[in-house]
């Protein structure tokens, strides 16, 4: 592991100036960055823990808003009754990252700053049309989560530039949201294919709203707006979600790597959205009565 320096800010404003340094890159539960360092994959001059800025770690209810401090643990997630009653499919995500102590110890900031397209609390947050909101010494920003992903870790921070919080706004009506996986083991395993969806209904029963997000089938987590648009108007069915599985296959650029093949991930995603979309159903028909 190469050498560097450690910072330890305690407040906004100090983590802001440490990461002005030049080379100083943030670290909060250290669940990627750490392994990553041990296999000379990650390189910084400066190593900022932020994990002291308690001021980064909170899940509020702000009316029109749901926000979440990018220090919220996924075990934090898990347990929040406000999350689950709001964004079902983040709780279920949050639930099926690595074991508990992972949980205890990795970030919402982390996770979605780590950027991999298969992680797992990032097609909850897609699906409900999450804004970012990034600091720095020079100020702040907010930006849609969507553009914030630009590839395999990669992403639209600037140097010196960290997450503060993610937002989104809850649902309305008769809804559900649904996170499914699946991955090599029932436990503890880096998605192979894994999706969110959500669906409003009206009181007839026919559907006004459906997005659906899905992970490790493109160079990002990916929103099938295709998909989506074949939903809207229309009464669930199982030919429906059929026909909107096959679309889904349209959508997205899987590729074979050491987890799984392009074919078995086609095959998985095209699972995954029809069974995220009847599940989702489900919750919104339970709502509605």
């Known amino acids: 592991m190469q050498g560097f320096d450690y910072l330890r800010p305690e407040t906004i404003s100090e983590l802001k100036k440490d990461l002005s340094n030049p080379g100083a890159r943030v670290l909060a539960g250290g669940t990627d960055i750490v392994p990553k360092m041990r296999q000379g994959v990650f390189s910084a001059s400066i190593l900022v823990d932020a994990s002291r800025v308690i001021s980064l770690d909170f899940i509020e209810d702000q009316g029109k808003e749901v926000v979440i401090g990018a220090l919220t643990t996924h075990q934090k997630l898990t347990d929040s009754a406000l999350i689950k009653n709001v964004n079902p499919a983040l709780t279920a995500a949050a639930e099926s990252v690595g074991c508990i102590q992972t949980r205890c110890r990795g970030t919402l ?129 199982p030919e429906l979600f059929n026909n909107a599985s096959e679309i889904c296959r349209e959508e997205i650029t899987p590729i074979t790597d050491i987890r799984s093949t392009e074919e078995y991930r086609i095959h998985s995603a095209a699972v995954i959205a029809r069974r995220a979309l009847e599940q989702a159903v489900d919750q919104a028909r339970e709502r509605k009565n």
């Open 109 to 237: 900031g982390g996770n979605i700053a780590n950027a991999s397209p298969a992680a797992d609390t990032i097609p909850p947050l897609l699906i409900y049309d999450a804004d970012l909101l990034l600091q720095s010494l020079e100020g702040e920003r907010i930006l849609p989560l969507e553009s914030f992903l630009k590839g395999p870790g990669e992403t639209a921070l600037k140097p010196g530039e960290f997450i503060h919080s993610v937002s989104f706004s809850p649902l309305l009506g008769s809804w559900g949201s649904v996170f499914l996986k699946i991955g090599k083991r029932s436990g503890m395993a880096i998605s192979v294919v894994n999706g969110t969806a959500a669906i409003v209904l009206d009181d007839e029963g026919m559907i006004t709203n459906a997005r659906i997000a899905l992970g490790a089938v493109a160079p990002t987590v990916i929103r099938c707006r295709e998909t989506e648009k074949s939903l809207i108007g229309k009464e669930p069915s």
